[in-house]
Nanobody
Framework: QVQLVESGGGLVQAGGSLRLSCAAS????????MGWFRQAPGKEREFVAT????????DYADSVKGRFTISRDIAKNTVYLQMNNLKPEDTAVYFC????????????????WGQGTQVTVSS
């Protein structure tokens, strides 16, 4: 069993920054993919970024390239999402997810999910 807990969300003005954290506990494995997804009211869950735990493979959604950075600290079992130059369109509940290496940007393949953290960007 693996638990994922997100933190770091909040209310910021456009152009501001936030850093989200995803702490994993329980029985974790090195050959896994970790991802960030978001869901805004009335919209489907959307891929944001992914990183393989030990393979150093990274991918971003086009909408966040150049603004968001995903990283991980293996010793702390923690994945981060640094969000810079936030825009109102980034407003959503952000979810952390873990799954097999093939999960990539596909939310249907991820096995574990956090409860989500709210990010609100005002204009």
């Amino acid at each position: 069993q693996v638990q994922l807990v997100e933190s770091g969300g909040g209310l910021v003005q456009a152009g501001g920054s936030l850093r989200l954290s995803c702490a994993a506990s329980g029985r974790t494995f090195s050959s896994y993919a970790m991802g960030w997804f978001r869901q805004a009211p009335g919209k489907e869950r959307e891929f944001v970024a992914t990183i393989t735990w030990s393979g150093s493979s990274i991918d971003y959604a086009d909408s966040v390239k150049g603004r968001f950075t995903i990283s991980r600290d293996i010793a702390k079992n923690t994945v981060y999402l640094q969000m810079n130059n936030l825009k109102p369109e980034d407003t959503a509940v952000y979810f952390c997810a873990g799954g097999p290496l093939r999960a990539a940007s596909n939310p249907g393949v991820y096995t574990y999910w956090g409860q989500g953290t709210q990010v609100t960007v005002s204009s």
